[in-house]
């Protein structure tokens, strides 16, 4: 049952955390990531993925309290066990590495060390362009965000001129998302927010007064009454 123990513990991590219980979920998380541990050890084929997803979680619990020294510890972790998987098993894993690789950028850049946050998010980049490359009706989600990404870490390294473009791309892949469904709203109206930013930095007046003009439009407005 050691199994199925981990995984409702895992499970109720997650749950804790959209409740917006992240030292609840952090202790949760942990229970779990102990059973995975020692059945990882026992037999790491079946469980050092499911423990590289709960290490993972940690961070972001870890991230959500400000302990962000801790969520780079472990982040760093699921990265390495993701890359190992990957290289055994691309298919499965490549788009978990990816995932694994955008956590840990955000946790960098929130550490303040650009420099690093950018090559993980370049690298997660790379790997959302080849799954998208090879499955073009999945990963575009991911792609967008990560494009978005990228685009702020270099703006924050001083050079906006090479963040320009991948904000573009991100807002034209939101913009193609947001047709087939408004989930993806709130996320265009964001890209839309850096690319007015980068448009702004490099002088490009006219491109950032139509990108803030649209993401206004996207949100919604305040009552009148």
């Given at each position: 049952?050691?199994?199925?123990l981990?995984?409702?513990?895992a499970?109720?991590?997650?749950r804790?955390?959209d409740?917006?219980?992240?030292?609840?979920?952090?202790?949760a998380?942990r229970?779990?990531?102990?059973i995975?541990?020692?059945?990882?050890?026992?037999?790491?084929?079946r469980?050092?993925?499911e423990?590289?997803?709960?290490?993972?979680?940690?961070?972001?619990?870890?991230?959500?309290?400000?302990?962000?020294?801790?969520?780079?510890?472990?982040?760093?972790?699921a990265?390495?066990?993701?890359?190992?998987?990957?290289?055994?098993?691309?298919?499965?894993?490549?788009p978990?590495?990816?995932?694994?690789?955008?956590?840990l950028g955000?946790i960098?850049?929130?550490?303040?060390q650009?420099?690093?946050?950018?090559t993980?998010?370049?690298?997660?980049?790379r790997?959302?362009?080849?799954l998208?490359?090879?499955?073009?009706?999945y990963?575009?989600?991911?792609?967008?965000?990560?494009?978005?990404?990228?685009?702020?870490?270099?703006s924050?390294?001083g050079?906006?001129?090479d963040?320009?473009?991948?904000?573009?791309?991100?807002?034209?892949?939101?913009?193609?998302?947001?047709?087939?469904?408004?989930?993806?709203?709130?996320?265009?109206?964001?890209s839309?927010d850096?690319l007015?930013?980068?448009?702004s930095?490099?002088?490009?007046?006219?491109?950032?007064?139509n990108?803030?003009?649209?993401a206004?439009?996207?949100?919604?407005?305040?009552?009148s009454?």
């Open positions: 049952y050691r199994p199925d981990a995984l409702a513990f499970n109720l991590g997650i804790l955390a409740l917006a219980r992240p030292q609840d979920a952090l202790v998380t229970h779990a990531i102990t995975y541990r020692e059945l990882a050890e026992a037999n790491p084929a469980h050092r993925a423990l590289a997803a709960a290490l993972g979680d940690l961070a972001l619990h870890f991230s959500a309290l400000g302990k962000l020294t801790a969520a780079l510890i472990v982040s760093q972790e990265v390495r066990i993701h890359r190992d998987l990957a290289s055994r098993d691309p298919v499965p894993y490549l978990r590495l990816a995932a694994s690789l955008t956590n955000a960098l850049a929130d550490l303040g650009m420099a690093a946050a950018l993980a998010t370049e690298e997660a980049l790997i959302h362009q080849e998208a490359t090879a499955h073009p009706s990963y575009r989600a991911e792609r967008a965000s990560t494009l978005a990404n990228v685009s702020k870490c270099r924050a390294l050079h906006p001129a963040a320009l473009e991948p904000a573009r791309e991100a807002v034209d892949i939101y913009q193609d998302l947001e047709e087939l469904t408004p989930r993806f709203r709130p996320y265009l109206a964001i839309l850096i007015a930013a980068m448009s930095s490099l002088g490009l007046t006219t491109e950032a007064e990108a803030r003009a649209q206004a439009e996207l949100r919604p407005q305040p009552s009454t």
